[in-house]
Structure formats: C-alpha cells, structure tokens
C-alpha cells in the first residue's frame, strides 16, 4: 500500500491551497480517509474526515468553514482544500487511509 500526499508549499496569509491524496495497493473506496497536520512542537492531530463513500464528512474546530475534505474514488484520491490561510495552519500534513496507511506528510508553510 502507498499513499502519496501533493500540494502543498508555501502560500500567503489568506491564499489557498489544495492538497492531494493518492493511495494504491488497497480498494480505496472501502476506507475512511483523514487528512492530519502536526505543527512543530505539537502532536499529531485529526484536520478532517471524510467517510468512505464521500456521504459523510467531519472537521476538527479549527478547520471549520476554511477547510473542504472530498475524495474521488474513482481516481483512488482524497483532496483537502485550504481557504484563507492563516499563520496558524503551518504544519506537516499527513493524509490517512483506513486508519492504518500513512503518507510521509507533506508541508504547508502560511507566511505573514
């Protein structure tokens, strides 16, 4: 099983991005997918989740209202789009697959 995470950079405060989630080795369409981030000095933590027919979908508080969690499973890919970014959303962001496959992260850096 691979996941692969794509998307991210570095954005302005108040820009967006996009990131991407493709997973291969398992049936994509059978699995909960999370996005997470872990900020320096901090632990892991749940941003998003979608379930796995995409019907379904849960945001931790920080993220409500900025933050859009789909998938296509189609294409074997989960998406997370960031609106209006802020400072605070720096971090390493981790997709999950399944609760047991992790991507190596990718990161997102908001500069002020």
């Known amino acids: 099983v691979q996941v692969v995470e794509s998307g991210g950079g570095l954005v302005q405060v108040g820009g967006s991005l996009r990131l991407s989630c493709v997973a291969s080795?398992?049936?994509?369409?059978?699995?909960?997918l999370t996005w997470n981030r872990q900020r320096p000095g901090k632990s892991r933590e749940v941003v998003a989740v979608?379930?796995?027919?995409?019907?379904?979908?849960n945001y931790a508080d920080a993220a409500k209202g900025r933050f859009t969690i789909s998938r296509d499973n189609a294409k074997n890919t989960g998406y997370l789009q960031m609106d209006n970014l802020k400072p605070e959303n720096t971090a390493v962001y981790y997709c999950?697959?399944?609760?047991?496959?992790w991507g190596k992260g990718i990161q997102v850096t908001v500069s002020s």
């Open positions: 999950n697959v399944g609760g047991d496959y």
């Open positions: 979608i379930s796995s027919a995409g019907s379904s979908t």
């Open positions: 080795g398992l049936t994509f369409s059978r699995y909960v």
